[in-house]
Nanobody
């Protein structure tokens, strides 16, 4: 089991920045990749970004590329999402997720690939 706890959400004006954190505990040695998803009201949960826990190779959804940066502190077992140039359409609950199987290598953007999820943190961007 891997436990995930997000923090860092809040209210920000359009054009502003926020940094989300996700503290991982438990069997973190089993993690292939970790990522961020988001879910806006009335919409499906969608992929935002993911990182290979060992190689730190990163991947982004087109909608956030160039504005968001995913990173991790391996020693602290913490995942980050630095969000800049925020837009009202970035408003959502952001979830941290961890994948513990090799399936991540081929299906890293699918939410079904991820075994463990945090409780989510609200990000609201005002116009």
């Amino acid at each position: 089991q891997v436990q995930l706890v997000e923090s860092g959400g809040g209210l920000v004006q359009a054009g502003g920045s926020l940094r989300l954190s996700c503290a991982a505990s438990g069997r973190t040695f089993s993690v292939y990749g970790m990522g961020w998803f988001r879910q806006a009201p009335g919409k499906e949960r969608e992929f935002v970004s993911t990182i290979n826990w060992s190689t730190i190779t990163t991947y982004y959804a087109d909608s956030v590329k160039g504005r968001f940066t995913i990173s991790r502190d391996h020693a602290e077992n913490t995942l980050y999402l630095q969000m800049s140039s925020l837009k009202p359409e970035d408003t959502a609950v952001y979830y941290c997720a961890a994948a513990s199987t090799r399936r991540w290598l081929s299906s890293r953007t699918l939410k079904t690939t991820y075994d463990f999820w945090g409780q989510g943190t609200q990000v609201t961007v005002s116009s």
